[in-house]
């Protein structure tokens, strides 16, 4: 019986060996184990045996069972194994083959640098305002200090529907609406459209955009208009980027000031650089001390309030970021500018 | 506002090194624009003396000299016809550069070794307009007399005699600062800037006995528009050309010289920044002079030898019969200085800046006086520049001034007083200054300080302080914008947030990103021509928009009433310049008036509408179902539910396009654009245009949500084949379904529509299949055939809808 037993473990060896798929492997898995097997055959001959014999037998019986069924499991596994790589490698595709494009819409730049812009100030407190863009004269001007004669109330800069209604010519006007219907602390930034009498051309558009920002508290100090623009400005360009305060003229701000920043094209390190003119600097904002008249006006009490504003383009800033040359190319929607975005 | 450093350095000692200039001047508030250096490029050329002139052996054209250039005598081979022996000339020696990057060395000339080269005037990159007495093609020779006044020898640069080594420095005036309009203006900011003396220039002069009241008569008879007039006269007056010291200057300004009267009008005008003007006495008309104003429909010839209409907002000059200058604008061709004048009448005077900037645009001339008086100038000038111009007279020897002035000037501008608070300054500021570093800016900038009552008396020129702030700005900028402390506020926190309307805003513009729409900016302008593009009909409400009175053009002449123009424009470029498959959207306003004609006199008159629209346009691979189904996306992502009826818009093609409804509210449309209309807009596709309303959808949005259990309880699925008469609509069969299977409709899906064969003509298949789901219980079939009984009964009753056999 131990020779049978070796003989039938043998055949397996080799049975099982030379399958090269799962139906012979299976095939001799029933030869050899199924219910007509030559192991089941063995192992109904058992009852023959002698009782010091049986469990000798048993045991060898059922090693030899164990190791078939172990080798039938490798060599299925083995099997399934090369069945699996066949149709990996028959799956073979060419990965720099075009990919199939679903459509991705692209923000028109000038909204992508806006958004970085509002976070940015929302990151420091501020909330987002809005107005209307056909203004009277007491937003657009009177509420801003600037006095009956001046020259920006001529037809020359502002688009008139009559005397008195206009296309406000910056956001200031939201400025105003917001101190008069709420309470200091106030700190918001108002972007939007604003219009001015300018033809066409390449650094020029008659509708543009602004955004302005405006803070009101107590003790608030130009120390503070420093720290918050610094913080924005190395937000917006990085770290590296120098702020320098110059001052200036604005009606409705005093102290004022105009802000530049190192060029962010050069560095101003190219004497011959198209963007700052080899000056090293780019202007990109203009900000002050809101002008006491102001904020009276606005029904804020100069005494015990004051404040900062600031206001830049956002055509200029967005221009500066991706360096386009051309103000038209915002307006025209050529979906070749715009996919670049 | 240009500016010689030398001609400033004469009041004021500015630092040698430029940059360090600059930099100071820009950042005290004098904002240095450019600095350009004349002569910068002409290098080596100096005074030599031709010793001797021989012929060229080989050159008939050329001749071999001996030129002294003080340390040696250098032999120069010329072409030139018009130097002699004796002549003093600018020599470029071995090494020098000359304009236009020439450079000169030494070589042989027809084989006469040539060590140097005399040069002509526009050799050093000037003209003969600026040098008249430079002879036409010739070397420039110098005037022995005046070289040796200066006190020059031999050997010596020449480009100091041609005003070579002067920087012109180009600044950046504010609105604000009139007074720095001028020479000793910004002298007086160098000054307060570096610290340092203001030397004044010399107004004191002689004159000679006379009796003007006797020789002329001034009246102002408009005091509204003229605030102080002065006149002073000259008499015996040489007119001639100026001396060349007094020349360049004015050129350095970049004016030029006429003759010696009217260069010192210019010369203390650009000096000072009070404008002036000098009339021929003996031809002002009764030897009077009436400021007034212009009569409708006057004419007068200025100096520039044009007519000029007139009207009554204008101011003149007038003599006895007529107007002999406009005010503060440009003087007339009949009064102007001749060679002829004898005798002459200074006028200095303060006008009415606002009305002198109507007149000079009205009448579209500007002069460096408009200009000036434009700014609103200090009465109180207006004597020192006329004293100043005597002195002038005299230092120039061009006449005898009479004695005596008329100087009408009913109301004297008075110098404010203003109280300074330390502590209020330094609160703006963010500062911690002393009174004491304080009050040294103050007499820095010629402030009259007093310590005792805390008081500063302004100067009248600087109209521009009127209060703290302002004081607080004089101390920042003196002692330094970039010297104050960066702090960073924290005293009141606020939390920053966007508004629901601004995150439903974003909220769609992210959806339209991911459906392929890329963002497009429109203007907010258009023609009255749209409408016709649009085939708007006479009533059509998009007619009614607002209209600009002094609009730049047609094009930009009236505010948008609907979003159609701008896309359909951008979707027209892109078409024409061969962009396939194009998808834009745009989010903006449209402005809708309350009431035409705008009328706003009234201050509580209603303002007009400003309305959020988003607009999205196609034309490519997208039909009406994928734009609705954008609308759909965007209904999801906004929480809303969206319906569509039919309707009637005259741009749409009639039978592609639908209203979309929103609570119970018509919120917007959308369709295929009309083919007329986008043949108007030559777009050769079919165009697609979806638009929303965003304030009326946003108007009851609910950006709040809340979870829902996943549903537990299988779903069940029935197909319905319909029957049905061609003309009842989709949405009317989706309508029955929602409204007959109460809340267990989960989903009604269209899978096929068929008209045609084996179909009856006039009817269509419709199958659908409905998914029915409890949120409580599994469905059971006799819920199930409940729901469809209802449903198939209402379908059949309303519309006669069957089953399919």
């Known amino acids: 019986m131990r020779e049978q037993l070796e003989a039938i473990r043998q055949k397996a060896l080799t049975g099982i060996k030379e399958a090269t798929d799962l139906k012979i492997l299976d095939n001799i898995r029933v030869e050899l184990l199924g219910k007509k097997g030559e192991l089941t055959a063995i192992l109904k001959g058992m009852k023959d045996l002698s009782n010091e014999e049986r469990p000798i037998i048993g045991q060898l019986v059922n090693e030899v069972r164990q190791s078939m069924e172990e080798m039938l499991e490798n060599k299925k596994k083995e099997l399934a194994d090369k069945a699996l790589n066949l149709q990996l490698a028959a799956e073979k595709i060419d990965v720099t083959l075009p990919a199939r494009m679903p459509e991705l819409g692209h923000r028109h730049p000038m909204k992508t640098v806006l958004e970085d812009i509002k976070n940015i100030f929302i990151g420091m407190g501020y909330s987002i305002a809005e107005g209307p863009e056909i203004e009277n004269s007491y937003y657009n001007f009177d509420a801003l200090n600037i006095p009956e004669e001046h020259p920006a109330k001529d037809e020359q800069d502002t688009l008139y529907f009559n005397p008195d209604l206009m296309l406000r010519t910056a956001t200031s006007p939201v400025q105003v609406r917001v101190m008069e219907k709420n309470t200091p602390p106030i700190r918001i930034i108002a972007p939007g459209r604003v219009y001015r009498s300018d033809e066409v051309d390449a650094t020029h558009s008659p509708i543009f955009h602004q955004i302005e920002g405006l803070v009101i508290d107590k003790n608030v100090t130009m120390g503070d208009l420093k720290g918050a623009l610094e913080v924005f400005v190395k937000n917006l360009y990085g770290d590296d980027v120098q702020v320098k305060f110059r001052p200036h003229f604005f009606p409705f701000t005093e102290p004022s000031a105009e802000v530049d920043v190192s060029c962010v094209i050069c560095g101003g390190h190219d004497h011959e650089c198209k963007v700052c003119k080899g000056t090293g600097w780019i202007e990109i904002l203009g900000c002050g001390m809101v002008h006491p008249n102001v904020l009276k006006m606005s029904g804020i009490d100069p005494k015990e309030y004051s404040g900062f504003a600031f206001g830049m383009g956002l055509e200029r800033i967005t221009m500066l970021r991706y360096g386009i040359n051309d103000i038209r190319l915002f307006y025209e929607n050529d979906k070749r500018f715009l996919e670049q975005f | ?805």
């Open chain 2, 1 to 805: 506002m240009n500016i010689s450093m030398k001609w400033l350095s004469e009041y004021v000692l500015a630092p040698q090194d430029m940059d360090v200039f600059c930099d100071a001047m820009t950042m005290s508030g004098t904002k240095v624009e450019r600095a350009e250096t004349s002569g910068k490029d002409i290098e080596l050329v100096v005074l030599g003396e031709i010793l001797s002139i021989e012929a060229h052996p080989d050159a008939e054209r050329l001749v071999v000299t001996q030129v002294n250039v003080g340390s040696e005598t250098i032999q120069v081979v010329t072409g030139a016809k018009n130097v002699s022996v004796g002549d003093y000339i600018p020599v470029a020696l071995h090494g020098a550069s000359l304009a236009g990057d020439l450079k000169i060395k030494k070589g042989k000339l027809r084989g006469v070794e040539s060590n140097g080269m005399m040069c002509s005037v526009e050799e050093l990159g000037l003209s003969r307009e600026d040098f008249p007495e430079a002879p036409e093609n010739g070397i420039y020779l110098f005037d022995k007399e005046e070289l040796k006044t200066k006190g020059y020898s031999l050997g010596d640069d020449v480009k100091p005699l041609f005003g070579l080594d002067d920087t012109v420095v180009e600044y950046e005036i504010t609105s604000n600062r009139a007074d720095c309009f001028s020479v000793l203006g910004v002298a007086r900011e160098v000054a307060a800037t570096f610290d340092r003396e203001l030397k004044m220039p010399n107004i004191g002069f002689k004159e000679v006995s006379g009796n003007i009241q006797e020789m002329v008569k001034i009246s102002v008879e408009a005091d509204d528009l003229c605030y102080r007039y002065l006149g002073k006269i000259v008499k015996n007056v040489k007119v001639e050309p100026s001396p060349k010291w007094f020349q360049e200057k004015i050129r350095s300004a970049g004016l030029r010289p006429i003759n010696n009267i009217v260069d010192i009008t210019n010369f203390v005008m650009l000096e000072t920044g009070q404008p002036m003007h000098a009339f021929d006495l003996e031809k002002v008309g009764g030897a009077e002079i009436i400021v007034r104003r212009a009569k409708a429909g006057e004419v007068m010839k200025t100096l520039d030898e044009t007519e000029r209409v007139l009207d009554e907002s204008m101011l003149v000059i007038a003599d006895k019969n007529r107007a002999t200058g406009i005010a503060g604008v440009m003087g007339g061709e009949d009064s102007k200085i001749t060679a002829e004048t004898t005798t002459i009448l200074f006028e200095a005077a303060n006008f009415n800046g606002t009305n002198i900037r109507h007149t000079s645009k009205k009448l579209g001339l500007r002069s460096d006086s408009s200009s000036r008086f434009e700014k609103h100038l200090d009465p109180n000038l207006v004597e020192f520049a006329m004293h100043r111009a005597c002195a002038l007279i005299d230092e120039l020897n061009a006449g005898q001034i009479v004695e005596g002035q008329i100087d009408i000037y009913p109301n004297p501008r008075t110098e404010r007083k203003l109280s300074y608070d330390v502590a209020a300054i330094n609160q703006i500021l963010g500062t911690e200054l002393s009174e004491q570093e304080m009050t040294d800016i103050f007499r820095r900038l010629t402030f009259q300080v007093d310590m005792e009552s805390k008081t500063v008396i302004i100067p009248t020129y600087r109209a521009d302080i009127e209060g703290m702030a302002d004081l607080a700005e004089e101390v920042a900028r003196i002692y330094g914008y970039n010297e104050i402390p960066t702090t960073i506020s924290s005293k009141n926190p606020t939390v920053g947030h966007k508004t629901i309307s601004q995150k439903a805003e974003d909220m769609v513009i992210s959806t339209l990103l991911a459906l392929g729409a890329n963002e497009a900016v429109e203007y907010s302008f258009e023609s009255p021509k749209v409408f016709e593009k649009l085939r708007l009909p006479q009533d059509h409400p998009y007619r009614r928009a607002m209209v600009i009175l002094n609009p730049l053009g047609e094009d930009f002449s009236m505010m948008r009433t609907s979003m159609l123009n701008g896309i359909l424009t951008s979707l027209s470029t892109n078409y024409n310049r061969r962009n396939s498959d194009v998808t834009l959207f745009e989010i903006g306003r449209v402005y809708l008036p309350t009431a035409l004609p705008v009328d706003n006199s009234d201050k509580n008159a209603e303002m007009p509408t400003e309305k959020n629209c988003l607009v999205v346009g196609h034309y490519g691979k997208k039909d009406f179902f994928d734009m609705k189904g954008m609308a759909e996306t965007l209904a999801i992502a906004l929480g809303e539910t969206f319906s569509y009826q039919p309707s009637a818009h005259s741009f749409f093609h009639p039978n592609r396009q639908a209203d979309i409804i929103c609570a119970d509210k018509r919120v917007g449309y959308l369709g295929e654009i009309h083919p007329l209309v986008a043949d108007n807009y030559e777009i050769g596709a079919k165009p697609y245009v979806l638009m929303l309303d965003l304030d009326a959808v946003v108007d009851h949005i609910n950006l709040s949500k809340k979870y829902e259990p996943i549903p537990k309880y299988p779903a069940v699925s029935r197909d319905l084949a319909l029957l049905v008469k061609e003309d009842v609509l989709a949405g009317e069969i989706e309508g029955v379904f929602a409204e007959e299977s109460g809340k267990l409709l989960e989903k009604a899906e269209l899978f096929d529509l068929y008209q045609g064969e084996q179909i009856e003509k006039g009817y269509k298949s419709m199958a659908y299949a409905l998914k029915l789901r409890a949120k409580d219980h599994t469905l059971t079939e006799n819920e199930i055939n409940q729901v469809l009984d209802r449903i198939l009964r209402k379908l059949d009753t309303t519309f006669g809808i069957r089953l399919r056999d």
